[in-house]
């Protein structure tokens, strides 16, 4: 008997430069235990939409897990190792985090990223994130390794300047991408949120863990 094998990826996107796209990283007991771990750390740190220095607030509703949390409010963006909204610690990597993180790394130009933060961005459908570069790290030499969980989405990636030219490609439940070196600091940005294509029970919309070296 044949076992038929699901076309769930479509041919390979056309990617920029120096990104590294890994669909399917993780397989459906891995993401499993990984949205388990998500609602661990909301459970501790709730996930909030954060209000940005010109008035607004994030699209996206946002929580950290790991030594330091990324923040924004009206004095801008930044680090912190306490939560502000709770004055707690944030809650350790759960260890689907660190296993997850840790095989993902294994497999790339840094074998040894040892992440200090994890912000978890949650989409729900209608969310998205406008063209940013990461920055607010020490050490740019480390890169920023992303993994999803939930709906389907257009990732979009520019060039280093935000007027640049962007490439969308749809990224899903499982899969990784990394920017690091040479891509380390290009726009990039969440277009589009595939409402039901989740394919993880209690999860309804697009969680994104996305690991740092902060500090
Ligand atoms: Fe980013």
Same mark, same amino acid.
């Given at each position: ?10 041919? +390979? ?8 796209? /890994? ?7 891995e993401?499993q ?12 740190a709730?996930?909030?939409?954060? /209000? ?12 950290? &897990? ?10 801008? !963006?930044? !680090?912190?190792? +306490? ?18 993180? /840790?095989k993902?790394a ?11 933060? &994890?912000?978890?961005n949650? !989409? ?11 920055r ?8 920023i ?22 490439? +969308? ?8 991408l ?15 949120? !595939? ?13 994104s ?7």
């Amino acid at each position: 008997m044949h076992q038929t094998t699901l076309a769930l990826t479509g041919p +390979a996107p056309d990617l920029p430069e120096g990104v590294i796209f /890994r669909p399917n990283a993780l397989a459906a007991n891995e993401q499993q235990e990984l949205a388990e771990g998500v609602f661990a750390v909301t459970a501790a740190a709730p996930l909030a939409r954060l /209000r940005t220095k010109g008035g607004g607030a994030t699209s996206a509703a946002m929580t950290n &897990c790991g030594q330091a949390g990324w923040w924004s409010d009206a004095k801008g !963006y930044r !680090y912190v190792t +306490a939560n502000p909204a709770t004055g707690q610690s944030w809650p350790l990597f759960p260890e689907s985090f660190l296993r997850a993180v /840790r095989k993902i790394a294994a497999d790339s130009p840094w074998p040894d990223f040892a992440p200090d933060a &994890c912000l978890i961005n949650f !989409y729900e459908p209608g969310a998205k994130m406008g063209l940013h570069q990461d920055r607010d790290e020490k050490d740019f030499a480390q890169p920023i390794i992303t993994i999803c969980l939930g709906d389907d989405a257009d990732f979009l990636v520019g060039g280093f300047a935000r007027t640049d030219k962007t490439k +969308a490609f749809v990224i899903h439940s499982g899969d990784a991408l990394m920017m690091g070196g040479a891509s380390r600091m290009l726009f990039h940005g969440v277009r589009k949120i !595939y409402a039901g294509t989740s394919p993880l029970p209690g999860v309804n919309g697009r969680f994104s863990l996305t690991f740092r070296r902060a500090l």
